[in-house]
């Protein structure tokens, strides 16, 4: 069974490092259930960490939607209240999350000492902290997310990985600077790479092929051609996994879930399949990473 076009059974994700957890969370009117992916390695290595399904919320542009990030296709309170429950369904209500105003880039931006960002969302598509008590976040909808964490130094990461960061190298520049100013040796860190869009549908024309031509040598392994119409899928993750290993993580220490946000859309928000180019509104899902407890 191939993973990308059918939706995993209980052996293969296992296999793969993820679980899929269920909850059930009080409601003003009654009970909701909520389904969220967790990377069990990144877990058992002191990271909570999750990944958001949209079952069990109260967005109204697709019945019972759990949309978790706030924009124009959605309400304030909508949001407020499907974060509500998703924090309640992971066991870290009251946790603050810090999200990015993700702007397809290769920036990357550092929480201090405090844990504090500057005032409002920074601009960029990473979070890097070595605090406890916070959960760092990333929003997609068929972009890929990836959650990065290492227990010697207490370092995580969330990275918003669309193609045009993923031609910049986000991945690469973000273990960089866990490297650089966290003390991270790749080969002790754990990285978690959530639903995205697949390689058999993440659909590109003729200026991104020649962009990751021109970027990376290996363009062939990412590039599957659609016919004779001079366009291609590529494949999100394996870039993703290539810049990672490249950094020096271990195959065994890069998991990534084995879901298609457009092929299992009934379970994951999906841009390409519901946006209408931009003309619907479409939910996003929420990617979270933090840390139990500071070092001894």
Not at 10 to 37: C, D, I, N, P, W
Not at 200 to 224: A, H, M, P, S
């Amino acid at each position: 069974m191939d993973p990308s076009t059918h939706p995993p059974d209980e052996l293969e994700l296992q296999s793969s490092g993820f679980k899929m957890e269920h909850r059930e969370v009080k409601t003003a009117t009654g009970r909701a259930r909520l389904s969220y992916l967790v990377c069990q390695p990144l877990e058992q290595a002191g990271f909570p960490n999750a990944f958001s399904t949209r079952l069990g919320g109260v967005s109204r542009f697709a019945a019972g939607s759990l949309s978790l990030g706030y924009s124009r296709a959605d309400s304030p309170e909508n949001v407020d209240e499907n974060r509500r429950r998703f924090l309640t369904a992971i066991g870290a209500q009251g946790t603050r999350i810090l999200t990015m105003r993700q702007t397809h880039s290769a920036d990357r931006y550092l929480i201090d000492s405090a844990g504090q960002p500057e005032p409002g969302e920074p601009r960029s598509d990473a979070l890097l902290s070595q605090n406890y008590g916070l959960l760092l976040g990333v929003q997609t909808a068929d972009c890929l997310p990836i959650l990065i964490g290492d227990a010697r130094t207490g370092a995580m990461a969330a990275i918003h990985a669309g193609w045009r960061g993923t031609a910049s190298r986000i991945t690469e520049r973000t273990v960089a600077d866990l490297m650089r100013y966290c003390g991270v040796n790749p080969r002790d860190a754990i990285a978690a790479l959530g639903p995205a869009a697949c390689g058999r549908c993440y659909e590109v024309g003729t200026d991104v092929i020649d962009r990751f031509k021109q970027e990376f040598g290996y363009w062939k392994n990412l590039l599957q051609p659609i016919g004779a119409t001079g366009k291609a899928h590529l494949d999100i993750a394996a870039a993703n996994i290539q810049q990672l290993s490249f950094c020096g993580f271990t195959e065994d220490r890069i998991l990534s879930a084995p879901y298609c946000t457009m092929h299992q859309n009934d379970l994951f928000f999906s841009y390409r399949l519901e946006g209408g180019g931009g003309t619907h509104p479409v939910g996003r899902l929420l990617s979270v990473i933090g840390r139990v407890a500071p070092l001894p």
